[in-house]
């Protein structure tokens, strides 16, 4: 049973918990609140008494529920092997379920679903977003803050809207001579919205290894943000969208290069579309091919290392929940930097610890999100490199907000870039050889 459809289908992981409290020790909110009903332990006994019958559904209830980066440390540190993650999602569908969406998600995940609108939006959004956002001069990306405080932190930087999508800005289908195969690329919302460097980075490291990319112009949000915070009959008709529209184009092969969207595609739309035998059968189909594109560059059809150009950056990276703990890739982005002459990699504390940016917990926990941010920006600062390497463009965004607000001068990529740099690099070396 789906954990989007019933609060029973947890009742075995429930069962499982031996209360020992293990997962306190690894808990970025327990860390900051000290709080019991911050930690799994804490929330697992919540949903008890909700099963249970002893205690009923209230707004207050469904506001701990959301004190939850959905980071998954506590499952990796449970001795009973409690799937936390499962747990928390069933919770909060539950709230949603009993009662209902806080208007504003209501009116965000609605806009999500109307991918015209929302463009529109978008597009309307990059041509007056200097009314709401003050620039930051900064010597790396256009960054801003808010003018004013509307409640989503005041000191939070966010990227500039792009002024053209990064689906409107390239073709439907990039071809190469002589493909070695055909790859859809899922953009998800902020590489296609506001990070659209890293979208382009994505395309010239696959075509420079010979393959052909194809772009699905009515592809859709991943709808993780609708599924995490209980809105499923949304995150569904997200999914339904994304599966006809890369099944309409075809291809070999989908890479990722946002964790989010890599999550939804490998374990999310199987079991939001569990009751519809052929939409589980096509979203079956597609998670066997779906790959975050470090992982699709060292297993599937490995980078070119000639061609590489020298990059002198010294790297820390910092590994995004959902790809690390989530999808098991970890070592895949640093043997890309690995492999990049100039490149030197030092690793960060506790490279695997939370950021603090988990979508709209961000927005709806400001402060708690900016305390957690504090940790990673000082493991940061340690390392004394001019460089952070993650693989998530929502980890970037927090990563950026982080230093920038600290006055640490630290450039904030995604893996993708810097490979793509290398490549750029090699090819202005072969000009002035020749
Ligand atoms: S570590 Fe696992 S078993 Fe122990 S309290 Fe936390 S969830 Fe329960
Ligand atoms: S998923 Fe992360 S934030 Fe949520 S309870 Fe577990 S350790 Fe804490």
Same mark, same amino acid.
């Given at each position: 049973m789906s954990v989007y459809n019933s609060l029973d289908s947890i009742t075995e992981e429930l069962h499982k !918990?031996?209360?020992?409290?293990? !997962?306190m020790a690894v808990c970025p909110i327990y860390k900051e $609140?000290?709080?019991? =009903?911050?930690v799994a332990r804490g929330k697992i006994s919540l949903v008890e008494y909700l099963l249970s019958g002893e205690i009923e559904m209230t707004e207050g209830m469904a506001d701990r529920f959301s004190?939850? $980066? $959905? #980071?998954?440390a506590c499952n990796t540190n449970c001795p009973c092997g409690v799937r936390f993650d499962k747990i928390i999602l069933a919770a909060r569908a539950e709230a949603v379920r009993k009662k209902g969406l806080h208007a504003v998600k209501k009116i965000a995940f609605t806009a999500l679903k109307m991918q015209r609108v929302f463009d529109f939006g978008m597009k309307a959004g990059s041509i007056f977003q200097g009314v709401a956002l003050k620039n930051i001069p900064d010597r790396h990306s256009k960054l801003a803050r808010m003018? =004013?405080?509307?409640?989503?932190?005041?000191?939070k930087v966010f990227p500039m809207l792009s002024k053209k999508t990064l689906r409107s800005e390239l073709p439907e289908v990039i071809t190469v001579k002589n493909p070695k195969m055909r790859v859809g690329f899922f953009t998800g919302c902020m590489i296609n919205y506001f990070y659209t460097d890293i979208g382009r980075a994505v395309v010239e490291v696959l075509t420079e290894n010979d393959i052909e990319v194809v772009i699905p112009r009515f592809q859709a949000c991943c709808g993780i943000p609708a599924s995490v915070n209980g809105d499923v009959g949304s995150a569904r008709t997200l999914a339904k969208r994304n599966l006809r529209a890369f099944e309409r184009m075809g291809a070999d092969a989908l890479v990722v290069a946002c964790s989010s969207g890599g999550t939804a595609w490998k374990h999310v739309f199987g079991e939001l579309l569990e009751n519809d035998p052929e939409l589980k059968a096509l979203a079956d189909k597609w998670a066997k091919k779906s790959y975050d594109i470090s992982e699709f560059l060292i297993h599937q059809v490995p980078f070119k290392k000639e061609g590489l150009g020298r990059v002198a950056r010294k790297v820390t990276y910092h590994d995004p929940c959902h790809l690390n703990r989530?999808?098991?890739?970890?070592q895949e982005p640093r043997e890309i930097l690995k492999s990049i002459p100039g490149v030197e990699l030092i690793e960060m504390?506790?490279?695997?610890? !939370? #950021?603090?940016?988990?979508g709209s917990f961000s927005l709806v926990h400001p402060d708690l999100s900016v305390q957690i941010s504090d940790h990673k920006t000082s493991d940061i600062t340690q390392t004394h490199t001019d460089t952070v390497a993650t693989g998530c463009p929502a980890c970037r965004l927090q990563l950026q907000s982080g230093v920038e607000n600290a006055g640490v001068d630290e450039e904030v990529l995604h893996t993708i870039q810097i490979l793509a740099e290398s490549y750029r690099v090699g090819k202005k070396e072969l000009e002035r050889s020749k």
């Open positions: !918990c031996m209360k020992c409290g293990n !997962c $609140t000290r709080q019991e =009903v911050a004190l939850c $980066t $959905t #980071c998954m003018r =004013v405080d509307i409640g989503i932190g005041k000191e989530g999808q098991g890739i970890n504390k506790e490279p695997g610890r !939370c #950021c603090g940016m988990a």
